[in-house]
Every structure is written in structure tokens, then in C-alpha cells.
């Protein structure tokens, strides 16, 4: 054979053979990556809630009798003092024995909750004072380096949460004054010959109508409700979580109040969880054991101007938080073996390697051993997707 046919034959191999070597070479897959970060992890429970005014007032008729038509409607603002219905009596001012000695006890009763609301005030004014002092005790360390602007940012919090605890305190106080007084007037009509029929019933505290119980001219009893009032600058939001996920969260951890319709988020604390729990249905139909969890608002008025009494919230209460951590997407952790493991590209493959989380939530967790920062992981690996195939960014 001629040498120049040889010499075309062995160039025809050379190139079949490295056009098969091209057709059945492993294809790059099309990945997606993220980077692993170093950067300050939180982990956080997401729960349903709803607002709620903290303290409520309930202004009742101080006797029986008839009741003229309430004009406030709920919404109307109401000042302390003012006066909010028009009791006349239904029967002679001269009452019997019976029934002056159930005004006897209704008197009692307004001055025994007058005492506690003095109690109470005194409480919060202490707790108040400690706050303060906790706070500038912290703004000085953190001048010198001794603290972080975490702790400050807790012990503000408090201080905001015990001014506003005082302010309560002041308003049941208040409330109490005044229902003795209602009491103590009730009284006098029923032993004072040529008493007034007419008990003009006035609001104990300052605030906003939330509910009309009675509306039209009628017949009340001593102690039916008339309507209800609050301030809805004093807020509080109740929301309802698992059990198993309550016994991780611990009074004081900082919440975010998110989805209530307003542009930015609010901030609030988390005041105490409930001892008890309740069954409840989920959408599934499935049987949950959950309690209730109660949480302060702390951002300002101003920015929740339009949120009222109950309205629905989404929170998202803090259990732990790590600074500075190894943070990982969720999404690039599979289960392989006993352990997480995830994809690394190292040049333009992909390494297995086993990982030690430490924490997880919601679409960070936070890696023990395993990773550095700077790594780009697979995000969702492929199914197919094995240790040293050659990957390719999508």
C-alpha cells in the first residue's frame, strides 16, 4: 500500500476517533449557584396574628333604669369625663333593702379595684425607674466599648414597653376612680330622699368608641354593658403558635410585624407565651396543639396610624441569632447518607461535600463545618447531577 494512502487512512482515525471522544464525553449540566456568605444569622418562627387594644373599658349602667338612645358610633373619639349616655330610673328613687344592699356591693366591689389599680401604678412606676436606669446604664458601657448595640436596642425597647406599661396603669387607675365614683353615686340616690331620677354616665378615660352594645332607647339592668372604649395607640398583638415551637421563644425576643397593609414593617417584642394550649383545626384538617403567644408593639404611632383593633398580622418572632456565621442557601442542602451535603463548583465541576449545620430558618442556615465563605454552591441540584460532572452556569 501506498504511503500516502496510509497516511490517509491514519488521519481519518485520528479524526472518527475524536469525534466520538467529542459525541460521548459527559454534557455540562446547566446549574444555578449562590455564594456562601459570612454575615449575621437569625433564626425565626413565622406565626398568624391579630391586634387587639390592650386595655378595654367597659362602661356599664351603674343601676337599673332606662336607657336614652347612644349617639356615638364606633370610631368617635371620646374625652375623658364626657358624656356618653343618660340613665333615668325605671322605679322610685327610694329602693329596698335588697337592692340598696347590692349598690352596698358594687361600691365595695369599684373600691377593691381602685386599690389594686393603686398597687398596679405603683408596680409600673418602679418597673418604669428600672428601665431608665437599665438604659442609661447601657448607653454609657456602650460609649466605652463594653456592649453591643444589640443590648441597647433591647433595654430601649424596654424602656419604651415600661412607659407605656405606666401609662396603662395610669388609665386603670382612672377607670377605677371613676367607677367607684359611678358606685358611690348609684348609692346615694337610693338613701337620699328627692335624689335625681337622671345619672348622666360619663367615659373614665380618654379614647375611641370600639363598640355600641346598646343602642336604642331601652331597659337596662345594673351592669349591662353599654359600649366599649380603648386607645388604639396601645396595641398589642395576639398570634397563635405550635407548641413545639413556643417552648422555643423566650419573653423579650424582637419580632417583626409584617402583611398588616402598611409600607414598612414594625417592630415589636415578645411579651409572654400562654401556659395553656388549645386544639385547632388546620387547613388540611389536621389536629394541632397550639397556645397563644402575646407580643408589644414598640414602633411608633406614627407608623401604624390605620392599624386597628383587630386586625390581621403576619410575625415572625425570634428564637436565636448567630454573628458573624457561615450562611448557606436552604435550597442547595440535600440529605445524602447520615448527613446534609451540598454541591461545590470547583473548576466548573461539581464537588460533593459533607456539611454541619448548626441552625435552619426559613431560606438561610447557618454552617458549623464544611464551608467557607466564597464558595458557590448548586442551588436545587439536578437529579443527575453526581460528584465530578462538569457543570455549566444556566
Do not use: C
Not at 349602667?61 to 343618660?86: F, H, N, S, T, W
Amino acid at each position: 500500500m501506498r504511503p500516502g494512502r496510509i497516511l490517509f487512512w491514519l488521519v481519518s482515525a485520528i479524526i472518527a476517533a475524536l469525534a466520538a471522544f467529542w459525541l460521548l464525553r459527559p454534557q455540562a449540566i446547566l446549574v444555578e449557584t449562590a455564594p456562601v456568605v459570612t454575615g449575621r444569622f437569625v433564626a425565626s418562627i413565622a406565626a398568624d396574628g391579630r391586634t387587639r387594644v390592650r386595655d378595654r373599658y367597659a362602661i356599664s349602667a351603674p343601676g337599673a333604669g332606662r336607657i336614652e338612645r347612644v349617639r356615638l358610633k364606633p370610631g368617635d373619639r371620646i374625652a375623658k369625663d364626657a358624656p356618653v349616655a343618660i340613665l333615668r330610673a325605671a322605679q322610685p328613687v327610694l329602693v329596698d333593702a335588697r337592692a340598696r344592699a347590692e349598690l352596698e356591693e358594687r361600691l365595695g366591689a369599684a373600691e377593691a379595684q381602685l386599690e389594686e389599680a393603686e398597687a398596679l401604678l405603683a408596680r409600673a412606676r418602679i418597673a418604669q425607674e428600672k428601665a431608665m436606669t437599665d438604659l442609661d446604664r447601657t448607653r454609657q458601657l456602650l460609649a466605652r466599648g463594653a456592649v453591643s448595640s444589640t443590648a441597647l436596642e433591647r433595654d430601649l425597647a424596654a424602656a419604651q414597653l415600661a412607659g407605656r406599661d405606666m401609662a396603662a396603669a395610669e388609665r386603670r387607675m382612672h377607670a377605677a376612680t371613676h367607677q367607684r365614683a359611678q358606685a358611690a353615686a348609684a348609692l346615694r340616690r337610693s338613701v337620699e330622699p328627692g335624689a335625681s331620677d337622671m345619672i348622666e354616665i360619663t367615659a373614665p378615660v380618654s379614647g375611641v368608641v370600639l363598640r355600641v352594645a346598646v343602642e336604642n332607647e331601652t331597659v337596662v339592668q345594673a351592669g349591662t354593658v353599654i359600649l366599649e372604649l380603648g386607645d388604639l395607640a396601645d396595641l398589642e398583638i395576639v398570634a397563635d403558635a405550635l407548641t413545639i415551637e413556643a417552648v422555643q421563644m423566650r419573653p423579650g425576643a424582637p419580632v417583626v410585624i409584617q402583611g398588616w397593609g402598611g409600607p414598612e414593617d414594625l417592630r415589636g417584642t415578645l411579651q409572654r407565651v400562654e401556659p395553656g394550649g388549645f386544639t385547632k383545626i388546620s387547613a388540611l384538617g389536621v389536629e394541632e396543639q397550639r397556645t397563644n403567644v402575646i407580643i408589644n408593639l414598640v414602633s411608633p404611632v406614627e407608623m401604624r396610624e390605620a392599624l386597628g383593633d383587630n386586625y390581621r398580622v403576619d410575625v415572625r418572632i425570634q428564637t436565636a441569632e448567630q454573628d458573624p456565621a457561615i450562611l448557606v442557601p436552604v435550597g442547595s442542602l440535600f440529605r445524602r447518607a447520615s448527613g446534609w451535603h451540598v454541591f461545590a463548583i470547583i473548576d466548573d465541576r461539581a464537588r460533593l461535600r459533607p456539611v454541619e449545620i448548626s441552625r435552619r430558618s426559613g431560606e438561610v442556615a447557618a454552617v458549623a463545618s464544611g464551608l467557607e465563605a466564597g464558595v458557590q454552591v448548586i442551588v436545587f441540584p439536578p437529579g443527575q447531577l453526581d460528584d465530578g460532572m462538569p457543570v455549566r452556569l444556566r
